[in-house]
């Protein structure tokens, strides 16, 4: 391993760098070779990531803001933005874009090394090269296309397709089949990603339905015991059926002897609120006295008459 390779995966644990950003660090780093397909191919893929895109996309406007010694990280960080051009998501291009005036400053690259030679005018010829592009929308589309349909053929040799040729040209619709089938594994990673998103939110709908189900089966229980009579409705109904005076049922006649004696019930020598008929002034205790005292006044005067 070499000491600047070494020195860069020191960083990358420093700085705790994430996945993307270590590969663009990598595509773009100091070493005197370019950087592999493979490598570009990798990043282009996970463009179609949205978290993914903003990372590496940071990183490769940090690496053209170098200067001096540092003109690989600037001549490299340009390469690999015209290979996410052609292969990547199309947000690439979009922000490319919008930053365009960022390139045309490397129009102006300058760089001389320790023997005397200009190793600007590298950076100066891929700027002017990525800003003809980027401004020329027709151009770009096709070479989207052309270099799409390139790394689908290298994909296809490099491992056997499944249920024939998934070609760009060879399904009906054209350009919106294009769309619909995944592009790369990192587009075909997103559209994995929102089918789980989808699956998900499914799942939760159906949970909260067999909540309400529930919810709404609970409530007829509850409804239902509401209806039954209560214990104490039930006592007053038992009561209710007794005769509220207390009068005792008819006596049941026997044939076995004679009947017995009308008596008078308890019921019969009490007043309609179950209480004894009683005289409130108390004259039938006072009514025998006042008989007795008559008799004798009575008595004594038929005394005096034969006297």
Request: hydrophobic fraction near 35%; include cysteine.
């Amino acid at each position: 391993m070499s000491t600047s390779s070494l020195r860069r995966q020191v960083k990358n644990i420093v700085h705790n760098y994430s996945e993307a950003e270590i590969k663009v660090r990598e595509a773009t780093s100091n070493d005197p070779w370019g950087p592999s397909s493979s490598l570009m191919s990798e990043i282009a893929d996970l463009t179609y990531n949205v978290v993914a895109f903003s990372e590496i996309m940071s990183m490769v406007w940090k690496r053209l803001n170098d200067h001096g010694k540092n003109w690989r990280h600037v001549y490299k960080a340009m390469t690999l933005m015209e290979y996410l051009i052609k292969t990547g998501s199309e947000r690439v291009a979009q922000q490319c874009r919008e930053n365009i005036y960022a390139v045309q400053t490397l129009k102006d690259f300058q760089y001389i090394d320790r023997d005397g030679k200009d190793q600007g005018v590298n950076v100066r010829e891929k700027a002017k090269q990525l800003v003809t592009l980027l401004k020329d929308e027709e151009r770009l589309r096709e070479e989207r296309i052309h270099a799409l349909k390139t790394k689908e053929k290298m994909a296809q040799t490099s491992t056997p397709s499944l249920g024939g040729s998934l070609s760009l040209g060879s399904h009906s619709g054209g350009a919106d089949s294009e769309q619909a089938w995944p592009q790369s594994s990192g587009e075909e990673d997103l559209q994995l990603q929102l089918a789980l998103a989808m699956s998900k939110e499914e799942a939760e709908q159906e949970e909260r339905l067999r909540r309400g189900d529930d919810l709404r089966l609970q409530m007829a229980i509850e409804e239902s015991k509401r209806e039954k009579p209560k214990p104490e409705e039930s006592a007053l109904m038992e009561l209710s059926a007794v005769d509220p005076w207390g009068t005792p049922a008819a006596p049941v006649v026997s044939s076995a002897g004679p009947s017995p004696l009308p008596t008078v019930s308890a019921s019969a020598a009490s007043g309609p609120w179950g209480t004894a008929t009683t005289d409130p002034w108390g004259l039938s205790l006072l009514l025998p006295s006042v008989c007795l005292f008559q008799l004798f006044i009575y008595y004594l005067f038929i005394y005096f008459l034969n006297v």
